[in-house]
């Protein structure tokens, strides 16, 4: 309400209104310079209202972008410190040192079984091999010196 003070405002033509026991100054006319100059002012309060709407929108929209940083930022650190966690009781749970000191579970007792099993089926199979392999050679040394007597006894 800028111009007027105490209920008053200055202009040219003004009057005096007797209402009770108070007497009021009152302008009726306005100048045009006047008018002129409100309507400028209440263009540039309008101005500036849009443009302090404008940052305050702004400062609105980088306060939630802030919000929403930091959270990302408290996401990633505790991703983190989660995967940190599970990688540790994944390497105490896999780590053969800790499992004999700890006791080993009954899969792993299973799984060290079936591995001891599969080496003793290796070693059979091996020692089968050679012994086929020796008679293999035996019965090819048999057939040329059986052979080489046929020949003999033909010459």
């Known amino acids: 309400m800028e111009g007027w003070h105490f209920g ?4 040219k033509g003004s009057i005096e209104r007797n209402s009770g026991s108070f007497k009021h100054k009152q302008t009726i006319a306005p100048s045009l310079n006047q008018a002129a100059r409100i309507t400028k002012d209440a263009k540039k309060r309008l101005i ?15 306060n939630i972008i802030e919000t929403n940083l930091k959270f990302g930022l408290f996401s990633v650190a505790f991703m983190y410190f ?19 000191q700890k006791g080993v579970t009954v899969e792993r007792k299973q799984m060290l079984h079936e591995e001891q099993q599969r080496k003793i089926r290796n ?3 091996h ?6 392999r020796i008679g293999e050679l035996r019965k090819v040394k048999r057939k040329k ?5 046929v020949v003999r006894k033909m010459k």
């Open 8 to 11: 008053e405002w200055s202009a």
């Open 48 to 62: 500036s209202n849009k443009e302090s709407s404008e940052s305050l929108q702004r400062i609105q929209n980088m």
């Open 82 to 100: 989660r995967a940190i966690h599970l990688i540790s009781r994944e390497k105490c749970n896999w780590s053969t040192q800790q499992n004999q």
């Open 123 to 125: 070693r059979a199979m």
């Open 127 to 132: 020692v089968a091999m050679e012994k086929a």
């Open 145 to 149: 010196k059986e052979l080489l007597e």
